[in-house]
């Protein structure tokens, strides 16, 4: 098998429940057990505009679920309530380079937690930004989209800063996961996954009109 066929095969699928039913959250959680993880953007409406949900929510999610769940934090000084998402059932907790002064602390309190560390940093942030801590972390998740809402179009300028991180996780001999986020569908996840991503965020894109199920299979189809 290519090493790209092998690649496609092994990416993992994170659907984000920001798109999902809120008012059937169980059954969201249930049509995408199939998936890898499941993301949860938990927004403050001070780091990025808009407000989505926090810890009851995820303490919900965890309650329903088996899949680890991926939360993403688009939040001020995010520091402060890393504790309280970890008990809350978090698996892995990733932090915006921009959100706070102290990147390297978050992340290691993030490690001493217990749980996945990741970093992630906003389309127009510089890609340096994250190398300091590039050997420091579980996850490095590439915006590809200006974070805030979902159903927005992928910037196409992202692929070209997934292949550069790829290289440099390479050249580190780094297993992080890298992960994008923003606009990811059927139609561009093999690029994605080709310029070197190995785990894939969809929100609009899987909990879609005919349901999170067939959204999930969609993008599986895209990758065989
Ligand atoms: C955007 C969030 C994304 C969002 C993705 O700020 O971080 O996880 O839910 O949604 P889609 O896949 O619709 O772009
Ligand atoms: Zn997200």
């Known amino acids: 098998m290519s090493a790209e066929a092998d690649n496609l095969r092994r990416v993992k699928l994170a659907p984000s429940i920001l798109s999902c039913d809120f008012a059937h959250l169980a059954d969201e959680l249930g049509a995408i057990a199939g998936a890898d993880w499941a993301h949860l953007d938990v927004m ?9 949900f926090g810890l009851p929510i995820l303490a919900a999610a965890r309650r329903t679920s088996n899949l680890p769940l991926d939360v993403h934090l688009m939040i001020e000084r995010p ?3 890393l504790k309280d998402f970890a008990a809350a059932g978090a698996d892995s907790l990733t932090v915006h380079v921009e959100s ?4 390297h602390r978050a992340v290691q309190q993030i490690r001493e937690l217990g749980k996945r560390a990741g970093v992630t940093l906003n389309p127009g942030t510089p890609l340096e930004a994250v190398r300091p801590v590039l050997n ?13 809402f979902g159903g927005q179009k992928f910037i196409p300028a992202s692929l070209e800063r997934i292949r550069t991180l790829r290289r440099w996780l390479d050249e580190a001999g780094s297993d992080a996961e890298l992960q994008v986020d923003g606009g990811v569908s059927s139609t561009n996840a093999r690029a994605v996954v080709s310029a070197g991503a190995t785990v894939l965020v969809a929100g609009s894109a ?3 009109k005919d349901g999170a199920r067939a959204g999930l ?3 599986r189809e895209a990758l065989k």
């Open 206 to 208: 899987v909990f879609g």
């Open 100 to 103: 706070t002064p102290h990147i």
């Open 44 to 52: 403050d409406g001070a780091f990025v505009p808009n407000i989505s």
């Open 79 to 81: 520091e402060r309530h």
């Open 217 to 219: 299979e969609r993008l």
């Open 136 to 148: 420091d972390v579980d996850v490095v998740l590439i915006m590809s989209v200006n974070p805030g």
